[in-house]
């Protein structure tokens, strides 16, 4: 005879994405009683000072014993600020933390991919265990490293049919065939932050810039026209996308700023669409960008999808969650990374425990 027992975990995950918005950090509890339950107990997103964001945003230029010395300051500055959340929330005891770090270099098809922030250092500051390094299993197994939350989705958020996150980089996941997909669709915060910042903004508040401005048919060609987008997933963006052949083509328009955002929240708009096989279907919208209320006017009104907006915490933290229970399933040494999603040529158990 078989005895189900109910399992409970707390956790707290840490992200930093590719806007850099800052670090975003969350205490939760995990039961699982037949099905995996979540809760975010206490979250916080500690912005960057100048410091950090110059030496996160030049650091890929760095040697490689200058990128090893701030992997490591870094790991440490990611324990410190645990150590403050927890104090200040009153956090006595975690099973675990984890850690998805800053990403510096992705590169799948080279076999290359690196997150900041070096987990032992988390350990011995905080003097807990920690779980990071999610992503070089899977790209070590011809995965492409990327995107980890669908797996998160499949068991937290299977309510819904499509996962959809406005971050820095458009991503959504989904079940097909009785299979979890995702792939990233393009890049959406990180080339709204860097126009807006033109106009001397950091980012586009609520999408008012895109809305004082007017789509442009050539550019939004252009934007449309990468290899990339005709591409069948598995597939994943970074960085190295950005600046190669995604930011030239902004950069080069000599249209207003006002202008390209206004186009540029069309194509992100239109991609996602395509991404979605039944926009009647209930879709789950997260990320900073499901404050911009242009994307999601051409979301619901132009392209006909059926976005559910969350509480503000799932909209902010979700990411974040996720890690934090990609940590848990690495403790229990079950599967987190999914071959469906990635590529790659088995499933497998990511992230490297390092005990403080």
Same mark, same amino acid.
């Given at each position: ?16 994405? $590719?806007? /850099?918005?800052?670090?975003?950090? @969350? ?23 100048? #410091? ?14 200058? %990128? /090893? ?21 009153? @956090? ?17 098809? !080279?076999?290359? $991919?690196?997150? %900041? ?15 990071? #390094? ?14 980890? @939350?669908?797996?998160?989705?499949? %068991?937290?958020?299977?309510?819904? #049919? ?46 008012? /810039? ?8 050539? /550019? ?10 005709? !591409? ?6 970074? =960085? ?19 202008? !390209? ?24 919208? $997260?990320?900073?960008? $499901? ?34 229970? %990609? +940590? ?12 469906? @999603?990635?590529?790659?040529? =088995? #499933?497998?158990? +990511? ?6």
């Amino acid at each position: 005879m078989f005895m189900l027992f109910t399992k409970q975990y707390t956790a707290i995950g840490i992200m930093s994405g $590719t806007s /850099l918005d800052g670090v975003d950090i @969350v205490y939760c509890s995990f039961t699982f009683d037949k099905k995996w339950q979540s809760e975010i107990i206490f979250s916080e997103c500690i912005p960057y000072d100048r #410091d950090w964001k110059d030496q996160i945003n030049n650091i890929h230029k760095a040697s490689g014993q200058q %990128l /090893l010395f701030i992997h490591n300051q870094y790991g440490s500055f990611l324990g410190n600020l645990v150590n403050s959340f927890m104090k200040k929330n009153k @956090v006595k005891s975690v099973d675990c933390i984890a850690s998805h770090g800053h990403t510096i270099f992705h590169e799948p098809e !080279k076999g290359l $991919t690196f997150q %900041l922030g070096a987990g032992p250092n988390i350990a011995a500051t905080t003097k807990h265990t920690v779980v990071s #390094d999610f992503r070089s299993l899977d790209v070590a197994l011809s995965g492409q490293g990327a995107p980890l @939350v669908p797996f998160g989705d499949s %068991l937290l958020f299977e309510d819904f #049919d499509y996962c959809l996150n406005l971050g820095g980089i458009a991503n959504i996941s989904y079940r097909q065939n009785k299979k979890q997909i995702g792939a990233d669709i393009t890049f959406a915060n990180m080339a709204s932050n860097s126009i807006s910042s033109e106009l001397g903004y950091s980012y586009d508040k609520n999408g008012f /810039l895109a809305s004082s401005g007017s789509i442009n048919e050539l /550019l939004l060609e252009k934007l449309n026209s990468p290899a990339y987008f005709k !591409k069948n997933i598995p597939k994943s963006l970074a =960085r190295e996308d950005y600046e190669n052949w995604f930011m030239p083509l902004l950069k080069n328009s000599t249209i207003s700023p006002e202008d !390209k955002l206004a186009t540029l929240g069309f194509h992100i708009a239109q991609k996602i669409s395509e991404s979605i096989v039944d926009k009647s279907k209930n879709i789950l919208v $997260t990320g900073g960008g $499901t404050y911009n209320k242009y994307w999601l006017d051409l979301m619901q009104n132009h392209f006909s999808i059926n976005c559910s907006i969350p509480e503000k915490n799932i909209i902010d933290f979700k990411e974040a969650l996720i890690f934090a229970f %990609l +940590g848990i399933m690495s403790l229990e040494k079950k599967h987190n990374i999914l071959q469906s @999603v990635t590529g790659a040529s =088995r #499933d497998s158990i +990511g992230g490297v425990i390092s005990y403080g």
